[in-house]
């Protein structure tokens, strides 16, 4: 339960590049907050407008208005800005097709999973699958002879088909039902076209479609098989994970302000590729390349230089160049003053570099957690046979499970420790907030996307470690691992201060520490259990540790900070502090809430099973054995109630029901020893 693991029915969706929970809700907050109301109006007036003009000035203007501007974005979906340029994506003129497009992009990055799903729900699928096969069309034809291609021919294979992938991507992750309905549009092919035609294509058209085939095959087997059945895909992946740009030298990439946007896209392609090929790892073994260790020869190699940036001098540069621009609007309407998302100061500029090197940071170490993930999660409970009464009700439900298992390997022997070592240290670095890091509170930060994309960063690197560790544990190195953890541990903490206590962040704007927090909790897990004994409670980690397990909403991170707990108890030499924690999960016993309650009962008889512990004092001298006893009859009402038919809620029952027959033996045998 503490493991990082994707699941097919909770996609992860598209980040929010410049967040507005800060905001309050509702369109007269929009309003009131937004300092670009009276553009609104024209803007919304001019897009219905019978001169073609004037519908491409003000598609073209949307994308002015929103930048880096929540309010003036939430403002605009009020006035239903999404569903106006859906219908203009059917516009009888192509300019004003490609604005919309830009701008509908534009929305999607921004605004991110809110203004996805209302996409998705005022049917954009319908027009973007029209489009997909008219890009092919060109693009045929210009790779075939460019200079007897469709004078449009670049705009629309180079601009309007990154619209269009873009979106398409964002959509993806937004829902499950989304994601179908992209799989249904069969695209594979129509992504790998602009992979393989790379050499003759802008680098930003082409690393669109590598992301956009990087979140498809994400646990998404309809796009796996696809690639999967191409030896010819599989080569040209290959071949740009391999490839080595000219400002690359022993692994190491330049520092970033050395670094040209099209080089940051070369090295973002390169990232996206090794993630396509862990995406569909194992390969087929009538494919050549399915005898190499991709992970052990292309993926780690590659990725784990790539964290070693002073992501401190980064913000600090950010922090510098950002300021708040004003945006103005053209004059007048006019195919030649509309107004161009390129046409960017250098500060402007340096603040994508910097974002874009952030994002592809993000993506390594997303694709190294699922690396770290190789080793199975001991909190899990196990797949295995069922009673008759599960079968009965979910038949079927285990091919999915068989699949999984089939798909699940381990990692070579000595990977574990090699990670650990060359993994640990980038990634405390990377997990230490910067002055960019989080908003002001109740505050816009000064640059949004760089402070989205540091936050995002943060939140990933935890998650490595989290894996990291807990795959750690059951390796055959968890022994030497264990001093190691120790100062991790302390280094952990260090991290989590400069975040801010949970309680410290409960207002609008604040959810990235609130999540740092979650993630963190499974960290400490991990960290707690490959040291358990060797790590000495402090008062101030347990009163955190006890606050965030009552405010979380989330049941997951209950659990996480009560194994963590529970681990801090079994330290020997404090007998205080184990009677503190151990008072804490037995009051848990009163919870309604599965899992929290049923990982109390594991901890406590974990921490009590060896009664000739010296804080063993405790549970004699505070007679819990009764209350434990007293305690049974809730604890299997609640285990009863369990919903076998939700997802994971049979092997919740099988784990529940394994911990109320080990507590009532427990029972039995303390009662038996009459100490």
């Known amino acids: 339960m503490g493991k990082s693991q994707k699941k097919r029915s909770a996609r992860r969706h598209n980040p929010v590049r410049v967040p507005d929970s800060h905001l309050p809700s509702g369109l007269a907050a929009a309003t009131s907050t937004s300092s670009k109301t009276e553009a609104v109006l024209p803007i919304i007036e001019k897009l219905e407008s019978a001169d073609a003009e004037d519908r491409v000035w003000a598609c073209a203007a949307v994308c002015t208005l929103i930048q880096n501007d929540p309010s003036t974005r939430r403002l605009l979906q009020g006035k239903n800005i999404v569903g106006v340029l859906i219908t203009r994506l059917s516009d009888s003129v192509e300019e004003v097709v490609s604005e919309a497009a830009g701008a509908l992009r534009n929305l999607c990055i921004d605004g991110g999973y809110d203004i996805c799903a209302e996409m998705y729900n005022k049917n954009i699928v319908a027009p973007l699958k029209t489009f997909i096969p008219k890009i092919s069309i060109t693009l045929t034809q210009f790779l075939a002879s460019p200079s007897t291609a469709p004078e449009n021919a670049k705009k629309l294979v180079f601009e309007f088909a990154e619209n269009v992938i873009t979106i398409i991507w964002c959509l993806s992750e937004t829902s499950n039902k989304a994601l179908q309905a992209v799989n249904n549009a069969s695209i594979t092919s129509f992504l790998m076209s602009f992979l393989l035609h790379r050499e003759n294509l802008p680098k930003a058209t082409v690393t669109a479609a590598a992301q956009c085939l990087y979140v498809l095959t994400d646990d998404n087997s309809p796009a796996i098989d696809d690639v999967r059945s191409s030896p010819e895909y599989i080569t040209c992946l290959m071949e740009i994970a391999q490839s080595s740009e000219p400002s690359e030298t022993n692994g190491h990439a330049m520092e970033v302000d050395q670094k040209t946007l099209e080089e940051e896209r070369s090295l973002g392609l390169r990232v996206l590729a090794c993630g396509i090929l862990r995406n569909i790892t194992p390969l087929p073994p009538m494919i050549p390349a399915a005898a190499i260790d ?382």
């Not at 004003?326 to 007048?332: D, E, I, K, S």
């Not at 405390?428 to 989080?438: D, E, I, N, Q, W």
């Not at 190195?477 to 953890?485: R, T």
């Not at 900070?561 to 502090?577: K, N």
């Open 294 to 675: 991709i992970e052990r020869t292309i993926i780690v190699p590659f990725l784990v230089p790539l964290l070693s940036i002073p992501l401190e001098d980064l913000a600090t540069r950010a922090h510098t160049l950002a300021s708040q621009p004003v945006y103005t609007l053209p004059r007048a309407p006019g195919l030649n003053q509309t107004p161009k998302s390129d046409h960017k100061s250098a500060a402007e500029q340096e603040l994508e570099r910097i974002e874009m090197r952030l994002r592809t940071i993000q993506l390594a170490l997303e694709i190294l957690t699922t690396v770290c993930a190789r080793l199975p999660d001991p909190t899990e409970p196990e797949k295995g046979s069922d009673s008759e009464m599960d079968d009965a009700v979910n038949p079927g439900d285990d091919d999915d499970d068989i699949k999984d298992d089939l798909k699940e390997e381990t990692l070579p022997a000595g990977t574990e420790a090699s990670l650990l070592s060359a993994l640990t240290p980038p990634l405390l670095v990377l997990a230490r907030p910067t002055l960019l890091s989080f908003p002001p509170p109740s505050m816009p930060s000064i640059h949004p996307p760089t402070t989205s994309a540091l936050g995002a960063v943060h939140v990933a690197a935890f998650e490595c470690l989290n894996n990291l560790f807990l795959g750690i544990e059951q390796a055959t190195v968890a022994n030497d691992a264990s001093s190691e953890a120790v100062g991790v541990w302390g280094q952990i903490w260090s991290v989590l201060y400069e975040v801010g206590r949970p309680s410290e962040a409960p207002e609008r704007g604040q959810e990235r520490r609130k999540e740092v927090w979650e993630v963190a909790a499974g960290v400490l897990w991990g960290l707690a259990r490959v040291s358990k004994g060797h790590l000495v409670p402090q008062e101030e980690q347990v009163k955190i540790l006890i606050e965030l397990c009552d405010t979380t909403k989330d049941d997951k991170t209950k659990v996480k900070c009560i194994g963590t707990l529970g681990c801090l108890a079994q330290c020997l030499s404090t007998i205080d502090a184990n009677k503190v924690i151990s008072t804490y999960l037995l009051n848990l016993l009163t919870s309604t809430q599965p899992e929290p309650l049923i990982q109390a009962v594991s901890e406590l008889i974990d921490i009590f099973s060896d009664e000739e512990s010296p804080y063993d004092v405790n549970f004699r001298e505070g007679r819990w054995v009764e209350t434990l006893a007293a305690a049974q009859p809730g604890v299997r009402r609640v285990v009863k109630g369990i919903d076998r038919r939700k997802e994971g809620g049979r092997e919740l029952r099988r784990w529940a029901d394994e911990m109320v027959m080990n507590l009532s033996a427990f029972i039995d045998y303390r009662r038996a020893l009459k100490l």
